[in-house]
């Protein structure tokens, strides 16, 4: 055992230090750092006196807002396990999850009472429900005044491998598999963020939180915590172009996390011009490529302020980092364009052969990667860590080179993933929703590029015999099955699937075929 500081002290300092400065806007409230904290304790009292404790896992399935920002705190106070969930998943999603993890607690937006009866009925293990917002049962101001009277006044102990959060990611069988993230290294990644994405992040500082909670940007929103920069929350769930371009003006906004569908639309509308943003220092993107032409545009736009990272939720975006001077709208030789950035401080990283041996520069391989921000593993999965931590490294699954100044350039993915909108989809999952149908007899999946998105899904489909295939119907039996991010945006009809000597569907050659017959626009 290695005693670390819990990720909670991370408020708890910055309240004593910083009592009165505001620490979190939504619409029209604002919390103040001392306000915050006492919510926190509060709720994790109350908590603790229905018996969560250390190791408990609390699924919290939510829309951005103050309760969601406020829930990893209070069960880091008393040890227990954050398990946010995507808002967009499907009822049965979410309800997987939650039985996956066991989670003994469900806190649920009252937006989805579908999906929290749906969790109700998978997880046997929960012993508490509680709503955000009003409806049945406890809600979470419910529980904050509950524990108003006993509040946590003193952080868990925990060791450096204490799980904090499990941070669900799905892998190529279709299944998610939760990245056991520890005290001791999202503490490491905090300190990362600040020094290689935001150096300089103070109480000066203000952050615009235009992506969900439940992933990236709650990893960064820990790091304005840490030193005190006010989190600003988007007013709904829906990004609003003009309404973010207010935010930035009104409360001199210094820095944001976002994907790149989200920075092409911020720099695409009209409100960037009308509106200043002259304060912000670092927009951040990462979860998918970038196309040139967009970035350029986004420079133009900006000006030097893009940050780029790439980085799993294994790794907990903490692999490279592109920096602001690294940027170009030239196209000039100097600048690594195309590239992701270099190695993360404290983080190694190597492009590996099938046989664990590492590639040299501009050799093409598996991106792989160590160092302290890797996860401690997949919750419960033996067999999927083993394959991920293969010859004592964490393999991505990604492919790419290192040229010679170690910038890395991701080329292709071992696996059929593609990313839409940011969001991984793995097409694997998608076809066994689409078969399901009926009329389907076999489903193939592909990701293309998409001008808006990234990247999209095209599926082809092949129909029962005897039936015939309703493109419509087949949309609208996704319907509760499947994120919609995760549908399709096309879908074709064909005779038959082309089909290897070993009998198996190439998808190579699916693209192939789609290009050639014209049906991937």
């Known amino acids: 055992m290695i005693p670390t500081s819990n990720l909670a002290s991370l408020l708890v300092q910055t309240a004593r230090r910083l009592p009165d400065k505001p620490a979190l806007i939504w619409r029209e409230q604002c919390w103040s750092w001392s306000e915050l904290a006492a919510r926190v304790a509060a709720a994790a009292g109350a908590l603790r006196a229905r018996g969560i404790g250390a190791g408990d896992r609390v699924l919290v399935h939510a829309r951005n807002g103050n309760a969601i920002f406020e829930s990893c705190w209070s069960c880091w106070l008393i040890g227990a396990v954050w398990v946010p969930t995507n808002f967009r998943l499907s009822p049965p999603e979410a309800a997987y999850l939650a039985a996956n993890a066991g989670c003994r607690v469900h806190v649920f937006d009252t937006a989805f009472p579908d999906h929290r009866a749906a969790a109700r009925a998978e997880n046997p293990a929960c012993a508490l429900e509680v709503a955000i917002g009003e409806g049945a049962g406890i809600s979470w101001e419910d529980l904050v005044a ?56 103070s109480d000066r500082d203000a952050s615009l939180v235009v992506a969900p909670l439940s992933h990236g940007a709650g990893i960064h929103a820990l790091a304005q915590v840490a030193r005190g920069a006010v989190s600003v929350l988007m007013p709904g769930e829906r990004l609003d172009v003009p309404e973010a371009w207010r935010l930035v003006a009104q409360h001199r906004v210094t820095n944001m996390f976002t994907v790149p569908t989200i920075l092409n ?38 000006g030097s302020c893009l940050v780029q990272y790439f980085g799993l939720g294994e790794v907990t975006g903490n692999i490279t980092v592109l920096p602001p001077e690294w940027h170009s709208v030239e196209d000039d030789s100097a600048f690594p364009i195309g590239s992701c950035g270099y190695p993360r401080t ?72 593609y990313i839409s909108g940011g969001s991984n989809v793995y097409p694997r999952e998608v076809e066994e929703a689409l078969l399901t149908h009926p009329a389907v007899a076999e489903a193939c999946v592909v990701g293309v590029p998409h001008e808006k998105w990234g990247e999209t899904g095209v599926a082809v489909l092949v129909a029962a015999e005897g039936a015939v295939v309703d493109v419509g119907a087949v949309m609208a039996h996704l319907d509760g099955r499947l994120g919609r991010y995760k549908w399709p945006s ?30 991937v626009s």
Not at 281 to 300: N, S
Not at 385 to 402: I, V, Y
Request: hydrophobic share 40%; glycine share 12%; with cysteine.
């Open 146 to 201: 509950e524990g108003a009277a006993a509040p946590v006044t003193e952080t868990a102990a925990v060791d450096r491998d204490h799980p904090a959060w499990l941070f669900y990611t799905s892998g190529t069988t279709g299944r998610p598999k939760g990245g056991t993230l520890t005290h001791g290294q999202l503490a490491f990644v905090v300190v990362n963020h600040i020094a290689d994405l935001m150096p300089g992040l």
């Open 346 to 417: 404290g983080i190694e990283v190597a492009i590996l052969d099938t046989a664990c041996q590492r590639l040299g520069a501009g050799e093409t391989g598996e991106i792989c990667v160590r160092g302290p921000a890797v996860m401690a593993g997949y919750f419960e999965n033996p067999s999927a860590n083993e394959k991920a931590f293969a010859g004592g490294w964490f393999h991505t699954g990604d492919l790419g080179h290192l040229d010679a100044r170690g910038f890395l350039h991701i080329t292709g993915r071992q696996s059929d993933m």
């Open 490 to 519: 096309r879908i074709v009809v064909w005779n038959a699937l082309p089909r290897s000597g070993y009998g198996k569907v190439p998808k190579n050659e699916v693209k192939r075929l789609l290009a050639e017959r014209g049906e």
């Open 265 to 302: 639309a911020l720099c695409r509308d009209a409100s960037v011009d009308a509106l200043d943003h002259s304060s912000l220092r670092h927009v951040i993107y990462a979860g998918a490529p970038m196309y040139r032409e967009d970035q350029k545009h986004a420079l133009r736009k900006l």
